[in-house]
């Protein structure tokens, strides 16, 4: 594997889920693979679980690692070219990345949307230009349209949880106070749609994700219809696709927050969530809280999807 940033990179679902659980099953049978080899982490955003999940599946592989905060401590950026830089931003990404790869051997970036321009984040410019002119093999940490290890971590906990061959899964959108990439949900939809399960996704009007992550989902408005039955409950805020209303929050109707009583129409399904959550906005207390939620075990695995990822990264350098 040279570039990860979609699902379509990561080949057959089963061969990488199965995969996953091997290395999950011996998290240092692969500790030689990365000696010698840097990874270098650039987070143009925040990060929890990323951050320490990809260092530490690195580590298992005997990478040495090096974690870069632009908005912290690096010069500020400026992304445009032609742009007369007498502003506040002092490098242009255009220096920046090449110089970055000069210093290691494999780039994980986290650079979400920016809202600024629907058409600059739906081409994946940062990304991309890492891509091009790094001279190294990339993955996205959560790129602007796609969060393809957050994708990858939620269908092995999915395999490790479904207890039927064909799953039914929901992906609700719940409210949020602030705008929300589409990120997330888009890569969850491509993803389980890749998997041939039931798939269902539910949201208000206006919501509506860019149909090219949609794919042959069944797209349901009642809430309360879409959860009949479902066994897997995938909740995520994202902000509005469709134009004129890109990037914006539309609602925070509250009675679309997961509750018990949401629950209670599931097949006794989990709940999942990517985390960050906001709890009683996106999900109940007793929700997150009950034996259903399997976020933290989704949280472990990315971990694994990293693992499996820069793994396969390795072998295609050795
Ligand atoms: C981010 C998002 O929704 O894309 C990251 C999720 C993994 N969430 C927030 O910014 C709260
Ligand atoms: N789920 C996820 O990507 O979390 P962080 O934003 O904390 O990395």
């Given at each position: 594997m040279r570039n990860f940033t979609t699902v379509n990179d990561i080949g057959n679902l089963q061969d990488a889920v199965k995969e996953a659980f091997e290395v999950k099953a011996n998290h240092f049978a692969y500790k030689h693979l990365g000696e010698n080899k840097t990874l270098l982490m650039i987070f143009f955003n925040s990060s929890l679980r990323t951050r320490l999940s990809t260092q530490k599946a690195a580590l298992n592989l005997g990478m040495n690692v090096i974690v870069l905060d632009v908005n912290q401590g690096a010069w500020k950026l400026e992304t445009e070219r032609g742009v007369i830089m007498d502003g506040d931003k002092p490098?242009?990404?255009?220096?920046?990345?090449?110089?970055?790869?000069?210093?290691?051997?494999?780039?994980?970036?986290?650079?979400?949307?920016?809202?600024?321009?629907?058409?600059?984040?739906?081409?994946?410019?940062?990304i991309n230009q890492f891509i091009k002119y790094s001279g190294r093999p990339v993955f996205s940490m959560e790129a602007a349209t796609r969060h393809p290890l957050q994708s990858f971590a939620d269908l092995i906990t999915i395999e490790e949880f479904k207890t039927v061959e064909r799953p039914k899964i929901v992906m609700t959108w719940a409210p949020h106070p602030k705008a929300l990439p589409q990120a997330v949900p888009n890569s969850f939809a491509e993803w389980i749609n890749a998997t041939g399960y039931e798939f269902v996704i539910t949201h208000p009007k206006g919501y509506e994700l860019d149909p090219q992550f949609v794919g042959n989902a069944r797209v349901e408005y009642d809430q309360d219809k879409a959860l009949a039955g479902a066994d897997f409950v995938y909740a995520k805020n994202w902000s509005a696709y469709a134009d004129p209303n890109y990037g914006k929050v539309l609602s925070q109707d509250r009675s679309w927050t997961v509750t018990a009583e949401k629950m209670a129409l599931t097949n006794n399904a989990y709940?999942?969530?990517?985390?960050?959550?906001?709890?009683?906005?996106?999900?109940?207390?007793?929700?997150?809280?009950?034996?259903?939620?399997?976020?933290?075990?989704?949280?472990a695995n990315r971990e694994i999807s990293a693992q499996v990822v820069l793994k396969r990264i390795l072998e295609g350098l050795q």
């Open positions: 490098e242009h990404l255009l220096e920046a990345i090449p110089v970055m790869g000069c210093y290691c051997d494999v780039i994980g970036v986290r650079s979400f949307a920016r809202f600024e321009s629907k058409q600059d984040d739906y081409e994946e410019k940062i709940f999942m969530h990517c985390l960050p959550v906001r709890r009683n906005m996106i999900v109940s207390d007793d929700v997150i809280e009950s034996e259903r939620s399997i976020v933290i075990p989704e949280a």
